[in-house]
């Protein structure tokens, strides 16, 4: 395993790190999360992705049992959570970063967890109704608290960054440093274009996810949903739009062509695209079933094959798509 800073910080995350979206309770039980975390670990992965939201605040107490049974020490490894959604209807409690929100939304995820402390936390999403100095002093507080380590942002725009780190600079508070967005070979504008003066002025770091773009990238859904997939979960029929978008398809179909002349699997090559971006701190992969995560560890090795002729065939096969 490669681990990269996180940025500018002096927190070191593996290259591979594994997260816990629609699979842990939905799809993975505590005994399957052992596993899975069990692989990761023994690959060298020392962070774990997690959010308050997934499956409810369920995802959570998954891990934070799996973790319990596994009983790695504390310092080997960074668990994450994220907070924005809310798991409550009050007025206060949802879609919002208020001060309010946020310090109760940090102890449920903690006692979920049975953790102490996370390493990471992120806003979830900006909420353009909170005073982004407000969030700020927030978040500097759970950190002031030893609720969390670090501070970051997931799916922000590059000025709702600039402009938080800004206030904790001007008030000396801990600022947010890293990013958590979406990047894989269909969806790159934002690491790759808008984010790009963060990296190069702050050093703003990254754990970025979906590197299947949720699947679409391994090439099951070429000929239709099949029914083991998270295409066919109920709750994420907004997600089977993209799943059956046919201009993806087909790229997806001419790039499995190419993995298949330098003999590798398309979601290894796709994988590991990611991890060639200097930017990227950590690839946060998903699996709901073992092999998936066995296959996934072993991105780190197709990372060679991808020479700067693979890498300029696969922006050719992408050049004409539209959502890039
Ligand atoms: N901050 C955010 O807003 C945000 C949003 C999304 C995700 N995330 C984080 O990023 C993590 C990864 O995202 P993701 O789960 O969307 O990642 P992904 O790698 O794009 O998709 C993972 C899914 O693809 C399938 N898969 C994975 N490896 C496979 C393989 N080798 N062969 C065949 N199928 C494979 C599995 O679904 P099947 O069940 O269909 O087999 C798996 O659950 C999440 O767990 C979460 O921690 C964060």
């Known amino acids: 395993m490669e681990y990269r800073h996180l940025g ?13 979206w629609v699979t842990f309770h939905t799809q993975v039980g505590i005994d399957a999360a052992v596993e899975s975390m069990t692989i990761a670990y023994d690959a060298g992965v020392n962070f774990f992705d997690n959010a308050e939201a997934y499956a ?7 891990m934070g049992t799996a973790l319990k049974k596994l009983g790695w020490r504390r310092g080997s490894y960074l668990v994450s959570t ?4 809310g798991l409550n209807e009050g007025v206060n409690e949802k879609n919002t970063l208020n001060r309010k929100y946020l310090i109760e939304a940090m102890n449920g995820s903690l006692k979920r967890f049975d953790l102490d402390y996370v390493d990471l936390v992120f806003c979830h999403r900006p909420d353009p ?3 982004i100095e407000e969030t700020v ?5 759970l950190i002031e608290w030893g609720k969390a380590l670090y501070w ?21 508070l801990h600022k947010p440093v890293m990013e958590q967005p979406q990047y894989n070979l269909l969806s790159r504008e934002r690491m790759e274009k808008e984010y790009t003066r963060l ?28 029914a083991d997939s998270r295409g066919a979960l109920q709750g994420l029929e907004w997600l089977r739009e993209r799943f059956t978008d046919q201009e993806a398809i087909e790229k997806v179909k001419l790039l499995g062509k190419l993995a298949d002349e330098i003999g590798v699997s398309l979601s290894k090559m796709a994988i590991a695209w ?11 992969t998903g699996a709901s079933r073992v092999e998936q995560m066995h296959e996934n560890m072993k991105a780190m090795d197709v990372v060679e094959k991808l020479t700067p002729d693979v890498m300029s065939r696969i922006d050719e096969i992408l050049s004409t798509y539209k959502k890039n």
Request: charged share 15%.
């Open 199 to 226: 990296f190069a002025d702050y050093g703003y770091g990254t754990t970025t996810f979906s590197p299947l773009a949720a699947g679409l990238l391994t090439g099951k859904y070429n000929n239709g949903i099949p």
């Open 152 to 172: 970051g942002t997931s799916e922000w725009s590059a000025a709702e960054i600039v402009s938080a780190i800004e206030i904790a600079e001007r008030h000396h």
């Open 56 to 62: 409810d605040g369920k995802s959570e107490e998954v």
């Open 129 to 131: 109704t909170t005073p």
């Open 8 to 20: 500018r910080t002096g927190i070191q995350v593996s290259a591979l790190s594994y997260g816990s």
């Open 137 to 141: 002093w927030a978040m500097h507080n």
């Open 82 to 85: 994220k907070l924005f959604w």
């Open 274 to 284: 990611c991890l060639k971006n200097p930017n990227v701190s950590t690839v946060i």
